[in-house]
């Protein structure tokens, strides 16, 4: 293997990281490539990243590289390929003495983190280098770095596939179908509560033996089961075991990576949030949940041949009326 890719992974010492990481290097995410990686964190917690180090070096993962982990993002940004931004402010935190409980607070905190990484990524990064945020508020998180990092050539992305994949855990069961007979599950817009999981256009064993509009009539369980039980999936998540998602967020960015990676099968889409521009007549400049598909030559577009149903759209408006709010609620950050 003379391939290699460079990978930033911030808010590496967290629990995501720590299913995140290995999985890396372990020769499913990147095929054929060796990884070297990037771990950063916070100067208080850096320290703990050695264990991990520790802990990859004695599982002799295949792939790997080298390794560096630091507190110094713009040094691990120069000449990196990928870049997985986990680490972020949770609600709930103690901050300058405060306790962050609105979502207006975390935007403001958690926009001058993402604001200083975009310059750096911007900057450093390579120039086709792929951005996936993770850490949450991801969609207005995602697009303060985009504005921050003024490199065009660079694909930003907030994380919907957790959503994602919860959506088509729930329909496998509904439709008595195995998950992976399950395709084209798009997450529209805001990685938040509004979001819309377009049961609609989803595909049922592959090559469109049904799709979800004639496979799922049943609009009181859509509506009373469906979409509150996938738009509220991560705080159930929380309730039951004390914390946030860790595995399964993990294992979503890696399906992301690897749906970035390897070109999308003809007829079928991946979900990520991606800057807007007039398709499907979304507001522009918001980075919005939306069907998309990864060509030969390493690039990932929009899928514009999709059709939206009268119930999608005014779903949608709800989630895309909010990314707009947040937008204005960090417009000092985006000057």
């Known amino acids: 293997m003379e391939d290699r890719v460079k990978v930033v992974v911030t808010g590496a010492a967290g629990q995501i990281g720590y299913s995140l990481i290995p999985r890396l290097i372990d020769g499913h995410t990147f095929k054929n490539k060796i990884v070297d990686l990037e771990l950063v964190e916070i100067p208080q917690v850096v320290d703990k990243l050695k264990g991990l180090v520790m802990e990859l070096e004695d599982s002799n993962f295949p792939n790997m590289g080298d390794v560096n982990f630091s507190s110094d993002f713009e040094t691990a940004a120069k000449n990196a390929d990928w870049f997985l931004l986990v680490g972020s402010i949770p609600r709930g935190i103690v901050h300058n003495g405060k306790k962050i409980e609105e979502r207006s607070d975390l935007l403001q905190i958690n926009g001058g983190i993402f604001l200083e990484q975009g310059k750096a990524i911007g900057q450093y990064g390579k120039s086709n280098a792929k951005i996936l945020v993770v850490g949450n508020p991801a969609n207005t998180n995602a697009l303060i770095g985009r504005n921050a990092a003024n490199n065009n050539s660079q694909l930003w992305m907030a994380m919907t596939m957790l959503d994602s994949n919860r959506a088509k855990s729930i329909l496998s069961k509904k439709l008595n179908s195995d998950i992976a007979n399950i395709s084209r599950m798009i997450i529209w817009g805001n990685h938040s509560p509004?979001?819309?999981?377009?049961?609609e256009n989803i595909l049922v064993n592959g090559a469109s033996t049904f799709?979800?509009?004639?496979?799922?009539?049943?609009?009181?369980?859509?509506?009373?089961?469906?979409?509150?039980?996938?738009?509220?999936?991560?705080?159930?998540?929380?309730?039951?075991?004390?914390?946030?998602?860790?595995?399964?967020?993990?294992?979503?960015?890696?399906?992301?990576?690897?749906?970035?990676?390897?070109?999308?099968?003809?007829?079928?889409?991946?979900?990520?949030?991606?800057?807007?521009?007039?398709?499907?007549?979304?507001?522009?400049?918001?980075?919005?949940?939306?069907p998309l598909m990864a060509l030969s030559d390493g690039s990932v577009e929009i899928v514009k041949d999709l059709s939206l149903s009268d119930f999608a759209e005014k779903k949608i408006k709800i989630s895309t009326d909010e990314l707009i709010e947040e937008r204005s609620a960090v417009q000092d950050l985006l000057k």
């Open 194 to 199: 509004t979001m819309y999981p377009d049961y």
């Open 211 to 290: 799709i979800g509009q004639d496979a799922i009539n049943d609009m009181d369980w859509i509506n009373n089961e469906f979409l509150p039980t996938v738009q509220q999936r991560g705080k159930a998540v929380i309730d039951a075991r004390g914390a946030s998602s860790a595995t399964s967020a993990a294992k979503a960015a890696l399906d992301t990576v690897i749906a970035c990676e390897n070109p999308t099968a003809l007829g079928d889409c991946f979900s990520a949030a991606v800057i807007t521009d007039g398709s499907y007549d979304m507001p522009e400049g918001i980075i919005c949940g939306m």
